[in-house]
């Protein structure tokens, strides 16, 4: 582990030593001001509640937001406060009965409710909740609330809170990344960004503004601070890496990872996200010895608790695996786990793509058709399931129309494997050039890539096979547009170039493999491939 990563764990376990419910005294996690009506001994809490809904440790947020409503039963922003935790705007999750029944304790009606809050300002606060939880359909729900909160905010220039929870609303207005939308939002969060460099929603708000290649390197300053702002939040140690990732920059998000699940642990969780992320991270650095350790975690915590988080992280984490170390034969193929409930089909889709990908390669053509049979049947169900939910479904009903369309690329590069298996050649590009603009055609997405083996690699790859050098550059040139310092990508963009008589380039992509691989397992065969010309010389 870096002594980056060490030191903020050793500052974690300082912080979070005896930590239980909402936090220790004098955790840190940023700094914001919210003037309130409150008992200044409720509002103590109920700023320590602000502090951590905004790096989205709802838990914690919770117990704090209680504890101010303990301590003044009619503070009537405490009850909103303990509302807003039961939105999770960027993980399409809301719980909307929970937030009713939670505002139902402060008063009845809406009506009633206001006239709880002692100023305009408050009044504000309340009835936008009142709008996030109203009648209607969530995504028009959450196109009203954002409108609220911009009312709210214009009417109130100065209040850094009512800025930054309309930044964080407007990016949950979307289903999907809308750049004109991710924009507007990382306006208005650099905004309060630049007059309270401490805010921790504004750091964590511009990161997720920013997360794609394109514009992630106006995220790096929020990258860079945002674990320094609040240490104790382990999601905060986390965030850093969406914009590392979107850069390529694995040491970084390997450290950013490393200190998010090692503070989970010390918190008494466990974020199977950070390990998610964090055994890409190692993947893609050539260290599948620890990322195989942490494959191994996944699957015991899933064994003892089968439920749709961890069912969902096993999948994703088992497919990676596969697709990156490309161990065709490895042991992990032979675990059945039970993954019904896993909470979105992407993730078990990926499974089943790298399943039939590893039959494939080992000449169990019978496998890989099984394997793709059970993608249609997971994808037919799904729609089946979307269509019941108005297309607007949560993680919790299994399906999301983003996970129907990437579960449906992943079958087409299945199938145009299986047509090059059988010499239909010309098909098997077809089919995948189809792919690729259909992968093309989805908004970017963040974290480690949903669509397992993304479709241009994969084209590069066949074509390269092939004998189409020129054709297989330009595909691995456009998947490491999409997917910066991918090392796959670049090993096949070396070898195409080398191939197609680009000598320069070649040599480029070999370069930034032996930085990232300079941590790697030392039995990767591709070692000594990927040395520079002059140790290759001396050989």
Do not use: C
Not at 125 to 153: I, W
Not at 174 to 187: P, S
């Amino acid at each position: 582990m870096k002594k980056a990563a060490l030191a903020t764990l050793v500052l974690l376990a300082g912080t979070l030593a005896g930590a239980a419910g909402e936090g220790a005294p004098g955790a840190e996690l940023g700094r914001v001001d919210f003037p309130t009506s409150g008992a200044p001994a409720a509002q103590e809490h109920f700023l320590r509640g602000v502090l951590w809904l905004h790096s989205f440790e709802y838990g914690d947020a919770r117990a704090a937001f209680k504890k101010a409503q303990e301590l003044d039963p009619g503070f009537a922003l405490a009850y909103w406060g303990e509302a807003m935790t039961y939105n999770h705007p960027l993980w399409a999750e809301q719980e909307r009965e929970a937030a009713r029944e939670t505002l139902a304790k402060l008063a009845p009606t809406p009506e009633e409710r206001l006239a709880k809050a002692p100023t305009v300002r408050e009044k504000g606060f309340l009835r936008a909740v009142e709008v996030l939880y109203g009648e209607g359909d969530k995504p028009g729900r959450d196109r009203a609330y954002a409108e609220v909160m911009r009312q709210l905010s214009e009417q109130y220039p100065e209040d850094l809170e009512a800025a930054s929870f309309y930044a964080l609303a407007v990016l949950g207005s979307v289903g999907e990344r809308d750049f004109a939308t991710y924009m507007r939002a990382a306006a208005v969060a650099d905004g309060v960004f630049a007059k309270n460099s401490h805010h921790p929603g504004a750091a964590h708000y511009l990161i997720h503004s920013y997360d794609d290649p394109i514009h992630a390197p106006l995220g790096l300053r929020a990258a860079r601070v945002y674990a320094q702002i609040a240490p104790a939040a382990v999601h905060a140690l986390h965030m850093p890496a969406h914009i590392f990732l979107a850069l390529g920059m694995w040491e970084d998000m390997a450290a950013s990872n490393e200190a998010s699940w090692e503070a989970s642990l010390v918190r008494g969780g466990a974020s199977y996200h950070a390990l998610h992320w964090l055994e890409y991270a190692y993947l893609q650095q050539g260290r599948y010895r620890e990322a195989r350790r942490l494959l191994e975690r996944m699957e015991a915590d899933t064994r003892a608790n089968p439920a749709g988080y961890t069912g969902w992280h096993w999948a994703a984490m088992r497919a990676a695996y596969l697709v990156e170390t490309r161990r065709w034969d490895d042991p992990a193929l032979r675990v059945e786990l039970d993954l019904s409930k896993a909470r979105e089909i992407a993730a078990p889709g990926a499974d089943l793509f790298a399943r039939g990908l590893a039959a494939l390669k080992s000449g169990k053509r019978a496998e890989a058709e099984k394997a793709l049979a059970e993608m249609k049947s997971l994808r037919s169900e799904a729609a089946a399931a979307l269509d019941t939910h108005a297309g607007h479904a949560h993680w919790s009903s299994q399906v999301s129309p983003a996970g129907l369309k990437t579960v449906a690329i992943l079958e087409q590069e299945l199938e145009a494997l299986l047509n090059l298996a059988d010499g239909r050649t010309a098909e098997a590009i077809r089919r995948l050039q189809e792919a690729a603009a259909a992968e093309e055609a989805m908004s970017f997405d963040f974290g480690p890539p949903a669509i397992v083996k993304p479709t241009h690699e994969l084209l590069g790859e066949v074509l390269l096979e092939q004998g189409q050098a020129q054709e297989a550059q330009r595909a691995f040139e456009r998947a490491l547009e999409r997917a910066p310092r991918r090392v796959l990508s670049l090993l096949g963009l070396a070898r195409a170039a080398k191939q197609a008589g680009d000598a320069e380039a070649s040599e480029r992509a070999y370069a930034e493999l032996r930085q990232i691989w300079k941590r790697a397992d030392t039995e990767l065969p591709e070692l000594a491939e990927i040395r520079s010309p002059a140790t290759r010389a001396g050989q």
